[in-house]
């Protein structure tokens, strides 16, 4: 199962206060996009290796998971 990193409304707010560094929000904000982007590197590369039954079970014809594996990363 992979979980994906995002900032919740009170974390957003804590790191739009004036106390907190521009420095450290850009560097959260930085490392959310990067997990984002890792997890759906990851989590397509893994849909490319499924089996047809095991596609079959989560609802996916090897079609759409082909489709889906060779996405670009970036794109949601």
């Known amino acids: 199962m992979t979980q994906t990193l995002t900032l919740s409304h009170d974390t957003v707010a804590?790191?739009?206060q004036r106390s907190t560094p521009f420095a450290a929000v850009l560097a959260v904000k930085f490392a959310v996009f990067v997990?984002?982007?890792?997890?759906r590197r990851h989590t397509r590369?893994?849909?490319?290796q499924l089996e047809p039954w095991?596609?079959?079970?989560v609802?996916?014809?090897p079609r759409q998971a082909h489709d889906e594996?060779?996405?670009?990363?970036?794109?949601?």
Do not use: C, E, H, P
Request: net charge positive.
């Open 54 to 57: 095991q596609l079959a079970d």
């Open 59 to 61: 609802g996916l014809t």
């Open 14 to 16: 804590i790191l739009n």
């Open 35 to 39: 997990t984002k982007m890792a997890s």
């Open 69 to 76: 594996s060779i996405r670009v990363f970036w794109k949601a």
């Open 45 to 48: 590369k893994a849909l490319a």
